[in-house]
């Protein structure tokens, strides 16, 4: 039943995918890591970003490759003015309240989202988004490929970014030891919010990725939560390399438990090895205890 | 105690006014929310232990008590007890994982909302639950059948549960067990230190609150007579969950009462403003929570004793004054 031509197809698409969910993931894992916060609104953000890109498209004919450029850093100075200016003051420097503010901001994205543009789904067609590539043993999608190599080179200059950059190293340093940081003379409050920013340009590099093969509505963003949570913690809270192993194991698991248990079945393989990896092994492959 | 009475003796006298079945139906759901928080706010609220999954429970609650009688022809009484039952089994297995592996805060957090999810999904897809159609519970207008011709009967059944639950509220802040909790609250290490037995009190309280939000899930299923899986398993009841004792002023008795009325009204009123468009009530939901963990971290059940305290001191101050004068 199971023969290597429809298993090698899987395995690469899965792959493929992994890795767009490997780039959201590395989103919240650098959020989690510096500011010690599980951002539930991330989802809803992702739903804002792939929103923009739709309507670049739409509205502007910009295609998505193209406003990336845009839209990356319009989300970036959106996630740093709402963690400066919302999270951070509001949460009183409480994790519990973190979660819920966080909550209370994913539940206004997407529903104003849903009161804007209503709860159609949405595509959009760009010239590559049918083109496939031959590689033999499987028949892969353009756009896709191209995201696989984008989230690759974008984990690299992120990780360059990280160690040679005095922003990267006063983030490191914040993640590391804050009050010392703050001792040391960086100003802490405006690192949470550029790395909250970071995360957010991630998403909407994401989006645009993603928005070539795949739709829009004002709930996507959720189906991505615990996808990504599960890589996170799968991968270890705040590692950037275990962010992107967790997010192609996880795209293959999805891939091959759709396969072989139906669509919707498919999904709750993630949930599974979300709630195992969380019983087991809450620290994650590539992750130390805190 | 008496102002538990008094309170629910003032509700339970608004249907000899001649409500009509719409302020009923309102204060029904509203009712239902405010069952479901207290349930939450008994782990979340006393205990620390914030869940985002509350909807395991209503959800199991629901679908225990429509599945039984539907598919296996028992009694809805009899259905609704063992729908309580299931829903404390569920929350005493998701406790017993979770808070065997040490999972706090955060994590607990996603665990509980992966249960919730999984729980979603199975329901979606299996036979038994009507799949992704739904249950539909039989119309059966007697008493036996627990199905009722007026409102009013469901709006004291529901308002007697919410009592119940109020007085075990009232009851947890008086006892060992409720201090043990409020321990954990407020600092784990340093409670289990001084020799609380962590594991068993949050278990209880799970098993407790997962048992409360179960009831309201089965009274919700025999008034609906409908369930499906996003209505039972669906995010929006663990929203409502944490949100209606927030509001309220979670870890008090009369916090998630007051929190699930205010936020339903706020939700009906902005459907006035804004028409049934959907989404808006929620997107007003959303930034009530963030408003009020900015602005009233206790609620307004903290927020009233916050102002009743400074009348009370200017009152002081002021007859001090004026004694200074005379």
């Known amino acids: 039943m199971l023969s290597p031509a429809i298993l090698i197809p899987a395995i690469l698409n899965g792959v493929l995918t992994g890795a767009v969910y490997a780039l959201i993931a590395l989103g919240l894992t650098l959020i989690y890591g510096v500011l010690h916060i599980i951002n539930f609104a991330h989802g809803a953000l992702l739903t804002a970003a792939l929103f923009a890109a739709y309507f670049a498209f739409k509205v502007l004919g910009l295609d998505p490759y193209i406003a990336v450029v845009a839209i990356a850093p319009l989300f970036f100075a959106f996630g740093y003015a709402l963690q400066r200016f919302v999270i951070g003051p509001a949460s009183h420097g409480d994790e519990r309240n973190v979660l819920l503010v966080t909550l209370g901001i994913a539940i206004v994205i997407e529903n104003l989202a849903l009161y804007a543009f209503h709860a159609d789904t949405r595509t959009i067609d760009v010239p590559a988004g049918f083109d496939v590539i031959d590689v033999g043993v499987a028949l892969l999608g353009v756009s896709r490929v191209v995201g696989f190599f984008a989230v690759l080179v974008l984990t690299l200059v992120l990780w360059a970014f990280m ?128 | 105690m008496k102002s538990t009475i008094a309170a629910c003796a003032v509700l339970a006298s608004i249907p000899l006014f001649g409500a009509s079945n719409v302020t009923l139906n309102f204060l029904v759901v509203a009712l239902v929310v405010a069952l479901v928080g207290q349930g939450w706010n008994i782990l979340g609220g006393y205990g620390g232990q914030y869940s985002f999954g509350h909807a395991a429970f209503f959800g199991s609650g629901a679908y225990v008590t429509a599945v039984l009688q539907v598919k296996y022809g028992l009694n809805a009484w009899f259905a609704i007890a063992v729908g309580i039952a299931a829903g404390a089994l569920v929350g005493a297995i998701i406790g017993f994982l979770a808070f065997r592996s040490g999972l706090r805060g955060s994590y607990f957090a ?217």
């Not at chain 1, 949930?271 to 992750?287: D, E, H």
């Not at chain 2, 025999?222 to 870890?251: K, R, T």
């Not at chain 2, 804004?274 to 408003?291: N, S, T």
Request: glycine share 14%; net charge neutral; proline share 3%.
């Open chain 1, 163 to 290: 160690r040679l950059t005095d922003t990267g190293k006063a983030i490191r340093a914040v993640a590391k030891e804050q009050l010392g940081a703050q001792l040391a003379g960086i100003d802490v409050v405006h690192i949470y919010g550029v790395t909250f920013g970071l995360g957010t340009a991630c998403l909407a590099i994401a989006a645009c990725l993603l928005i070539p093969t795949f739709y829009v509505n004002p709930y996507v963003g959720q189906g991505f939560v615990l996808v990504a949570f599960t890589i996170v913690v799968l991968g270890g809270m705040g590692s950037i390399t275990g962010a992107l192993v967790g997010g192609i194991l996880i795209g293959v698991i999805e891939s091959l438990g759709g396969l072989l248990f139906g669509e919707s079945l498919g999904q709750l393989g993630i949930f599974v090895v979300f709630i195992l990896v969380l019983l087991v092994r809450p620290t994650g492959l590539f992750g130390v205890r805190a």
């Open chain 2, 110 to 326: 996603l665990v509980t909302l992966a249960f919730a999810e999984v729980l979603r999904i199975v329901a979606s897809v299996t036979p038994i639950t009507g799949a992704g159609v739904g249950t539909l519970i039989k119309l059966d207008m007697r008493p036996e059948a627990f199905q009722f011709q007026s409102r009013a009967v469901f709006y004291w059944i529901i308002l007697f549960l919410v009592f119940v639950s109020l007085l075990i509220a009232g009851r947890l802040e008086q006892t060992r067990f409720g201090a043990w909790l409020v321990a954990i609250r407020e600092n784990e290490d340093s409670a289990r230190a001084l020799g609380v037995d962590v594991f068993a009190i949050k278990l209880r309280a799970m098993i407790l609150s997962s048992a409360m939000t179960a009831a309201a899930g089965c009274f919700y299923a025999q008034y609906f007579l409908f369930v499906d899986s996003s209505i039972a398993f669906g995010s929006w009841i663990s929203v409502e969950a944490l949100l209606a004792p927030i509001v309220g002023g979670s870890g008090t008795v009369f916090g998630p009462l007051a929190g699930a009325l205010i936020v339903r009204l706020l939700g009906e009123a902005a459907k006035l403003v804004a028409g049934d468009a959907p989404g808006i009530d929620l997107a007003i939901y959303g930034a009530v929570l963030v408003g009020v963990i900015a602005f009233a971290p206790r609620g307004i059940v903290g927020l009233m004793a916050a102002l009743s305290a400074r009348l009370r001191a200017n009152i002081v101050s002021a007859a001090d004054g004026s004694g200074k004068h005379g």
